[in-house]
């Protein structure tokens, strides 16, 4: 039997009443997840409200305080981005400012924009609120001094309340217009509305500094219709920025870019291969029966999935194979079929074997180092999407329907792979894991571990917080959990504010070796307090664990510490859920035992007779100084 929108709410009722708040929990991350109409998400966002008095929320890997700040009427908009951005893993406390308010809430010093200060602040806005458009029939160079001024009017605010609360912004780009007053000779027009807001978003992407992520409302109305997107009845009634209709697609697509920025995104993709990435069964029919590519619409459909399946790879998401199959037969169309757009090498981890696919999805989680939370699953069969959700709630699975034509639009829709930077890392990722790989091989043919991490040639470029890698170190903050010692989750604003301040030490590692570059794989931020220095954060990417970095590091820092006249050293460990491996780290580098505190172990090292540790890493010729303060040039 088909559960009607009515029943899904009434079960949850039913949990609420019985005071089955857990449980009640789940059922309603689940419902929003999948919701696709406004009115379900309006009413599980009241159901939200009274579960709330009945017990709290599960606990949330990010916290952020968001400012809602609306040209347009935001209240149909708050309630369902508080329950989205739970969704995406993200704690909110939402303030929503006065109807209309935008340039003092960002321009003026007192304003309950700046009193509440932010972590991020999103800007609702519509093509109502360009203030001076061009004439129609104006010059092309008049109508770029138009889009200047428009430009530089957003920017100007945008970066007032950053220099005032050092926030994210999320800013509304402006969506086109449902109406053509000049017909076709509009696409010729300069000054045509429309072709004026196309210039204006183009521009405002090209200039926005890097603390403003845009909201592509004008890529979303192209994609649901201007008519639907805009409602003029809605607007005049109400001076709401989106149709009642289109709410979900505007709330759930804000709520991503915030989890996005606070490393909330998913990471590897994980694919079945019969039916999902070719038509056919290849143990079955074998590889050159398979349905892939020009001359069958189904075979096109596969290739242009795998077409968008590359699209993905190559800027940072990761690619994997979970199948039942005999892993020959599975690799078979890889060489054979030269249709295929995907090759072996695309795939950070390839599983083909007849386990059930729960136990190989935990298997690719184990050897990527990631979190359950970080996976997305595509399978055609409904059976296996089903076993996986019910043994692996951590998992994200992807609802596909009978057309693999619809598998790039399912996966695309989800927006779980949402990103607002793609760094030179993030490009190079996949050839980072083959390239472990490699080192695992040999490895493995070492029986001396020092040997190995000699015959690595490891090289280090350790330098402190530089605009270039901002962005990076970003994204690592907010992704990074398992060599993670305190879990600090930190938007750029927030690290860009360290680099700048004389009272923190910043440090960033970049490790290459024989096998090619790791990129930029170690944070740390200490903070200083008297003579004595504070680590607030360090962590690093797994994919290093163990092969020096952790005692250079340490060592560089005792070094500056040392060189700026600090007396100890301060390490903190905060345990998690996902962090247990440095339970240990502080002891095994010196540290000793300090004073208790609240929520967490407490290590100190003496930083006058501390001795440096060994490590076969050498630093690179061009390494600046590990540590310097900020205000040094």
Known sequence: MRWTREDEVAALKGLIDAGRAD???????????????????????????????????????????????????????EEPLQLALQVSGVDCTLQAS??????????????????????????????????????????????????????????????????RTKCEIVLDNFHPLPLRPLGAAGARTPGDRNRFIQAVNAALADRLPPYVHIHDVAGLASLYGAYRWFDPRFWHQGKHPVSFECLV???RTTAQIIGAIYGRSAKCLVVDLDNTLWGGVVGDDGPDALLIGPGDPLGEAFQAFQRYLLELRRRGVLLAVCSKNDEA???????QRREMVLRRDDFAAFIANWEPKSV?????????????????????????????????????????????????????????????????????????????AAREELRSGNLDYASYLRSLDQQARIAPFEPSTLDRVAQLTGKTNQFNLTTL????????????SPDYLTATVHLTDRFGDNGLISVFVGRAEGDELWIDLWLMSCRVLNRG?????????????????????HGVYRPTPRNSLVRELYPSLGFAAGAPIEGGDHWVLNVRTAAPLPTTIRLAEDALPMLQESGDD
């Open 549 to 569: 970095v952790e005692q250079l590091l340490r060592n560089h820092v005792l070094d500056r510490a040392r060189e700026s006249g600090y007396r100890v050293l």
């Open 98 to 163: 006065p109807y209309n308010t935008v340039v003092r809430q960002m321009l003026d010093p007192a304003s309950e924009t700046v009193a509440f200060g932010p972590d991020v602040a999103v800007i609702v806005t519509t093509p109502e609120h360009i203030a001076d458009w061009p004439d129609p029939y104006g010059s092309a160079a008049e109508v770029q001094r138009a889009v200047d001024t428009a430009c530089d009017h957003w920017i100007g605010l945008c970066r007032s309340l950053h220099e």
């Open 360 to 436: 190989n999805l935990r298997r690719i989680a184990s050897v990527l180092n990631l979190g359950l939370d970080a996976l997305v699953f595509v399978d055609d069969n409904p059976a296996e999407r089903e076993q996986v959700r019910q043994a692996l709630q951590e998992v994200r699975v992807v609802e596909l329907g009978a057309d693999p034509s619809d598998y790039p639009l399912a996966v695309d829709r989800t927006g779980w792979f949402e990103t607002v930077a793609v760094s030179a890392e993030d490009r190079r990722r996949s050839a980072m894991y083959r390239e472990n």
């Open 249 to 251: 697609p505007y709330v």
């Open 489 to 500: 989750r930190l938007s750029r604003s927030e690290l860009e504010a360290m680099m700048d």
């Open 23 to 77: 449980e009640a929990w789940r059922l309603l991350l689940s419902q929003a997840q999948d919701a696709t109409d406004a009115a379900m998400l309006m009413a599980l966002a009241r159901q939200r409200r009274r579960l709330l008095h009945v017990g709290s929320p599960p606990p949330a890997p990010a916290r952020a305080r968001v400012a809602l700040i609306g040209a347009a009427t935001t209240s149909l908009i």
């Open 329 to 335: 037969a599975a690799l078979a169309p890889f060489t």
